[in-house]
């Protein structure tokens, strides 16, 4: 079984800022996706990032982008221009590529809280 | 707004009790999830159904059980209630085409409160 694991439960930055979450995991497998989700104040989970383990290259949309580590396993999540509105839980999850049956793994969350 | 809709959005009920929570995929989406969110487990899957057959289980109890309809909507029920089942509960769909892991789109969530 793959486990998730976010090491910091809570991180604080001021605006405009960039910050940095990050992620390990463990998994005997060797296709894989990994995902980050935004859980704001209204519990909502909201898709961030989606990453495919046999791409080389790391995934971006607009401010937010992945450091893609797969010998070592990390997958972090950088957040360019923090805005207040990117206060919220953000999880790290694991989806094993096995015919798209299986639910995803999820790691504990890192709280991030951005400063005016 | 992801399009998958789940009711009711808050259930309040007694210990020992059965509740049903309700879910409508995205349209087009033929593969339905079920997480729990709760303070001590964190989120955890489980169970997926794909086109109204059961596909991968996680850590369900077996006092819960869900099933998905023809029409692709799913009920997820809870019986024997306990106060360790409060909790959110999560819908999710994918369109699950083949190999390879769709994405999964949230609903809003089933705040669940057993007193």
């Known amino acids: 079984a793959q486990t998730v694991t976010q090491s910091q439960p809570e991180m604080s930055v001021q605006e405009a800022e960039t910050v940095t979450l990050s992620c390990t995991y463990d998994?005997?497998?060797?296709?894989?996706?990994l995902f980050w989700y935004k859980q704001p104040p209204s519990r909502q989970m909201i898709l961030v990032i989606r990453?495919?383990?046999?791409?080389?290259q790391n995934a971006t949309e607009n401010r937010f982008s992945v450091n893609f580590q797969k010998a070592a396993k990390s997958f972090s999540l950088k957040i360019s221009d923090s805005q207040l509105g990117d206060t919220a839980m953000y999880f790290c999850a694991f989806a094993y590529s096995g015919g798209g049956a299986d639910g995803l793994t999820f790691g504990k969350g890192t709280h991030l809280i951005i400063q005016p | 707004d992801s399009g998958v809709t789940q009711t009711p959005k808050h259930l309040i009920t007694a210990t020992g009790q059965r509740v049903t929570l309700r879910c409508s995929p995205r349209s087009g989406d033929l593969s339905v999830y079920w997480y729990q969110q709760s303070l001590d487990q964190g989120l955890q899957f489980l169970i997926q159904y794909y086109n109204g057959e059961e596909r991968a289980k996680g850590n369900i109890l077996e006092r819960f059980s869900a099933q998905q309809f023809p029409d692709l909507h799913s009920e997820l029920n809870l019986s024997s209630l306990e106060l360790g089942d409060s909790a959110l509960y999560f819908c999710a769909s994918s369109v699950v085409l083949g190999l390879g892991t769709d994405t999964q789109y949230f609903g809003p969530g089933t705040r669940l409160t057993v007193l």
């Open positions: 998994t005997s497998e060797s296709n894989y996706y």
């Open positions: 990453q495919e383990a046999y791409k080389q």
